[in-house]
Each structure stands twice: as C-alpha cells, then as structure tokens.
C-alpha cells in the first residue's frame, strides 16, 4: 500500500500564497501504468471539498472557481506532487489532504493544516 505525507501547511496571511506538497512512498508515480494525485481540503464543520488532480499523464483537473489561483506540478524524482495556491482568503482555511487513486484502489495522507488570517 501507498504512503502519502503532506507538508507546507501553517499560516498564512490573507492575500498571500501556500505550497503544499504530497511525497508519495512505495509507488512510483512517474513510472507505474497510473497514478492520479488529488487534493482536497476540509474546513471545520464542512463538508471535504474537491480541490484538484494531477493525472498521470500530468493533466491537471481543476475546478473553474480556484483555476485562476491554482498551480499543480509533478516531480518523477522525488514522487512528490506540490499543490500552490495564491490570493489566499480565510475560506481557504482548511485541512488539506492528499489522495493517490490507482492500480491497488487508493491510499490518503493525514493532512496538513492551512490557516488563513486577516
């Protein structure tokens, strides 16, 4: 089974930017058959929310809402997925996870906190 673990999280200030990233270990994302790398985000109270995919291809899914604001990338050597986010405002205060959907089913990381202040 895959291992997923996120960092970047922390605080950031409103109209700033966060850099979050998913190393995935024990799965070779780059040179397996598949491999889709999506991030979600769950606020307290609220439901968890679809933030984007990278596939494994290196097509990026993202919603028409965070487009402008949403930057994906992939690294084959390090197999780890960085997910960037500008203009920042407190609805973005959230967990985010990371999910790996592929040939064995799919794996989540714990998350990582991002708080947003004003």
């Known amino acids: 089974q895959a291992r997923l673990v996120e960092s970047g999280g922390g605080s950031v200030q409103a109209g700033g930017s966060l850099k979050v990233s998913c190393v ?11 491999g889709d790398i999506s991030w979600f985000r769950q606020a307290p109270g609220k439901e968890r929310e679809f ?10 899914i993202v919603p028409d809402s965070m487009k402008p604001r949403i930057t994906l990338s992939k690294d084959c050597p390090t197999n780890t997925v960085t997910l960037e986010m500008n203009s ?7 967990m985010y996870y990371c999910k790996l959907t592929y040939c064995r089913g799919t794996s989540w990381g714990q998350g990582t906190q991002v708080t947003v202040s004003s």
């Open 51 to 60: 933030v984007s995919t990278i596939v494994h291809s290196g097509r990026t």
């Open 88 to 94: 920042l405002t407190s609805d973005d205060t959230a």
């Open 24 to 34: 995935v270990s024990d799965y070779p994302l780059c040179n397996a058959c598949t």
